[in-house]
């Protein structure tokens, strides 16, 4: 009996180390999620601003700001016609995306209507590099088609724009800014 009781006290002194060691009985730490530079698929060292730097119609253009960790670049720069500010953000990993926020627009609060007037008119007047044009025009075409469909929209709100396989907003919920975005998954 007390070599069975031996034995039995070995075994599960070896399975209780055995099973302590085994990959089953680990409980993995939750990990923060980071992306690593190989996984990003977007060209960040080659992205450029889309504003244009030597445009004479900006009164002040600040150097281009770049977030490598986010691969995320900013360029601010205001106009000389009233004053509007402009932030131009272009960049991601798993999703690409670009945005032209105005501020300092004069007027505090907007209907639809008049936030999708009045982003409108801004890009349009935003001096932008070659590549930038795209940009706006995307932007400028997909906020004239959803300004045409006259479906109720609460004034001061983020307005989702019809743009295809991207994802394009109107946001007006920032009282005196306006910003129009578009992004889309790499």
């Known amino acids: 009996m007390k070599n069975l009781a031996k034995t039995l006290c070995v075994v599960c002194l ?6 302590a060691k085994s990959p089953a009985a680990e409980v ?13 698929t977007y060209d960040f060292p080659n992205a450029k601003s889309a504003l244009d ?13 770049r977030n490598n960790k986010e691969k995320v670049l900013t360029q601010k720069a205001t106009l000389k016609k009233d004053k509007v500010k402009i932030e131009f953000t272009t960049g991601g ?28 008119e801004l890009l349009k007047a935003t001096p932008t590099t ?23 929209r609460p004034p001061n709100a983020t307005y ?4 295809g396989d991207a994802q394009c907003a109107l946001d007006a919920s920032v009282k005196g800014v306006l910003k129009a975005s578009y992004s889309f998954a790499l």
């Open 130 to 152: 070659v590549e930038g044009q795209a940009l706006t025009k995307t932007l400028i075409e997909n906020l004239e088609s959803a300004a045409m469909n006259k479906i109720f």
């Open 160 to 163: 989702d724009v019809p743009c």
């Open 14 to 19: 070896f399975a209780t180390q055995t099973f």
């Open 53 to 65: 730097e030597k445009s004479k119609d900006f009164l002040i253009v600040k150097k281009v700001v």
């Open 93 to 120: 990993c798993a999703h690409y995306g670009y945005s032209f926020t105005y501020s300092n627009l004069g007027q505090p609060e907007f209907t639809a209507d008049q936030a999708f007037k009045r982003a409108i």
């Open 28 to 40: 993995p730490q939750a990990q923060p999620q980071t992306q690593q530079a190989d996984d990003c």
